[in-house]
């Protein structure tokens, strides 16, 4: 954006750069310049290196070169380059941000921080040389990665001092408000962007919409997102959020196909990696996915998308599809999963996500995240038949075996979910703040917490039964869960998992819900014996675990 406004532009040295050698130079680095306008990194990239060659010296062109390689992931050597350009010219201010911005890739953001820092230290030049103040900008960004919403707004704040009228700013503003929980403020704030001729209205409009379903408006949240929407129509956000917010509402009918429609484009939002999902809409193209018709004792393949928990949730549409008439389901998935898709009878074949598929061979393709809309699924039509998923004798017979010995009830629980997600701040509880539950006379606790949250339990002296080392898969936590009397857990795969199995479950849900669990609802239709304890307000937790200490202890005295 702004550093590539630099990049661009023509050198005008004057005095300082007058010789033969460094003019040649010059030339090269305005050529590689032409080239990266286009998009063309590999030419640019070897004009740059002409430049330097000619002229070891030249700082800006270790700079550009740097660039190129940051965008082509190559950020060793982007820093290398980046730090050499430092050294030659230490107040070279293009450096010092184009180094922030490699670490930022990186998610290294207190050293990409101080990179901003040092830019917003060379203000004079800085600002004089460039009307937009992008380290102000970056620096924001940074602050808002690492929820230190508060740091973000006197960054942002700096920048409306410099020109009061950036609707940008004002929009980054509303966004930081909103994460504080200062809605109305967040509100007024994205209006007065509205008001400022935004160079795109829509993402301020959605934005706005986001806002209003934080505050359980759904109605005004929808009416932003269409309005997002009619202004872009080709937007991919705005149509995610809208079919979004109808699942929420449980407007099925309009929403499956909103959904339908969107899921190419959730998939195309990493912008340069391909994720699974994209792989086999791809390789096993668009005009081989299944439509819902009879499959006509054809092969049908179907794929798993998104997390454990979506995949968990879609496999009791498993005896629907083979009533539909496929002759056989050949599954993929992930590792985890195999040996719960294999439990099944319907499954007649089973790969690992990634497997060769050369020799694969099938009718008809389609993704799990489609079933809902090609069985036309609505809240009365859910399949629901309790449990579907099923623990072998064995698995679950050695679990009994080993808690018979431990007194009361026995409870599962699980806190964290998968920390690189956007919302899990928003939905995981550090565990010291289940002190409440722990305290409740009569239960043994069971941990069913798998990867980085885990290590909290490792910090407290509680005593909770930790055998998830022993659980490679979901089978084995399946097993578990099936010898438990209760589960407790924030919303992870475990309250798919635990649901699936019949077995009594207690969502502590966040303010903000998920499509999954609707509003207001303490049932789910998707899971009978689950029973969600709901946020009143945003990070409200202490409420919520009041109330589930509460439950459990009547539970418990029962």
Not at 38 to 54: F, H, Q, S, T
Not at 68 to 79: L, W
Not at 361 to 382: A, E, G, K, Q, V
Request: aromatic share 8%; hydrophobic share 40%.
């Amino acid at each position: 954006m702004a550093f590539l406004d630099l990049l661009f532009r023509r050198d005008k040295r004057g005095d300082a750069f007058v010789g033969g050698t460094e003019r040649a130079a010059e030339v090269e680095k305005n050529r590689g310049n032409e080239h990266l306008a286009k998009g063309e990194l590999e030419e640019a990239a070897r004009c740059y290196e002409d430049a330097i060659r000619i002229y070891p010296g030249y700082a800006e062109a270790h700079v550009n070169l740097g660039h190129v390689r940051r965008e082509q992931k190559a950020y060793a050597e982007s820093e290398q380059l980046l730090l050499r350009a430092i050294a030659l010219k230490p107040s070279l201010w293009q450096a010092h941000l184009n180094l922030g911005r490699t670490a930022e890739d990186q998610r290294q953001f207190d050293e990409a921080a101080a990179c901003y820092r040092h830019v917003i230290g060379l203000r004079p030049s800085y600002l004089d040389t460039h009307s937009w103040p992008e380290a102000h900008w970056r620096l924001a960004t940074v602050f808002a990665e690492q929820e230190r919403h508060e740091d973000a707004l006197r960054v942002l704040d700096q920048m409306l001092t410099i020109n009061p009228e950036w609707a940008e700013v004002r929009c980054n503003r509303g966004t930081a408000l909103n994460k504080l929980g200062r809605n109305e403020e967040a509100l007024a704030e994205y209006q007065r962007a509205l008001s400022q001729n935004p160079e795109n209205p829509a993402i301020v409009a959605r934005f706005i919409g986001i806002v209003y379903e934080d505050m359980g408006q759904l109605d005004d949240a929808l009416a932003w997102v269409r309005r997002a929407r009619a202004l872009d129509p080709k937007g991919l956000e705005g149509q995610i959020e809208e079919a979004l917010m109808l699942l929420l509402r449980g407007d099925f009918e309009n929403g499956w196909p909103a959904h339908e429609a969107m899921l190419p484009n959730l998939l195309g939002r990493k912008k340069g990696i391909e994720t699974d999902a994209q792989y086999y809409r791809r390789v096993f193209t668009p005009e081989r996915y299944w439509t819902g018709d009879d499959l006509g004792g054809g092969t049908l393949l179907l794929w798993t998308e998104q997390g454990l928990g979506d995949s968990l949730m879609m496999l009791r549409y498993l005896p629907l599809i083979k009533a539909h008439g496929a002759g056989r389901i050949v599954i993929i998935c992930e590792q985890a999963l195999v040996r719960i898709f294999r439990s099944f009878a319907e499954v007649d074949e089973i790969l690992v996500k990634r497997d060769s598929i050369d020799q694969l061979r099938f009718d008809r393709h389609c993704s799990t995240m489609s079933l809902p809309f090609l069985f036309r699924t609505r809240l009365d039509t859910i399949p629901n038949r309790m449990p579907y998923i099923s623990v072998p004798e064995g698995v679950g017979a050695k679990w009994r075996s080993r808690l018979a010995g431990y007194p009361g009830l026995k409870i599962g629980i699980a806190w964290g979910g998968n920390p690189t997600l956007v919302k899990d701040r928003e939905r995981s509880i550090p565990l010291a703040r289940f002190a409440p539950l722990m305290s409740v006379p009569g239960i043994t606790w069971v941990s069913l917490q798998k990867g980085e949250p885990a290590s909290q339990l490792k910090a407290l002296a509680w005593p909770v039964v930790d055998w998830m080392d022993e659980c490679d898969d979901m089978q084995d936590t399946a097993g578990l869960i099936d010898a438990l009397d209760l589960v407790v857990s924030v919303d992870t795969s475990v309250v798919h998992l635990a649901g699936a199995l019949a077995k009594p479950v207690w969502l502590l849900n966040r303010f903000g819900s998920e499509w999954r669990w609707m509003l207001e609802r303490e049932d789910s239709p998707w899971y009978p014996s689950l029973r969600i304890f709901r946020q009143p307000s945003r990070g409200d937790w202490e409420s919520v675990l009041a109330r589930v200490a509460a439950e459990l202890r009547n539970t418990a005295a029962r």
